[in-house]
């Protein structure tokens, strides 16, 4: 029976996941753009936002790369990765540990 906890405690860590890089993600867009980040998450697409382009995107994927230590691959960032702050979060889960200049390799 234990093995049956695992993958519920294994969904709610990933849930924690989501919701923190669905938060980081809205504070960065909404800096980056100088809008509330309720602003941010009530956009039904990120490309809804006043001045959310290539410039944003690229803001966005720096912060989040360097916040949490993970480097998405250039194939991988494709317009459809940054449509909702649900995309981005699936894009960084399934992004992989940062190289060595990440900061948690420079942490260490």
Do not use: C, K, Y
């Amino acid at each position: 029976m234990s093995g049956v906890a695992q993958p519920r405690a294994d969904l709610v860590a990933l849930e924690a996941d989501v919701l923190a890089l669905e938060n980081e993600a809205a504070g960065l867009v909404a800096d980056h753009l100088g809008l509330s980040a309720d602003q941010v998450r009530s956009a039904a697409s990120l490309f809804d936002l006043p001045g959310f382009d290539s410039l944003a995107v690229v803001a966005v994927l720096d912060g989040l790369e360097e916040r949490f230590g993970r480097e998405v691959p250039p194939e991988r960032i494709v317009p459809e990765a940054f449509e909702t702050l649900g995309s981005l979060a699936a894009l960084f889960l399934s992004a992989g540990p940062a190289g060595p200049n990440s900061p948690e390799e420079a942490a260490t």
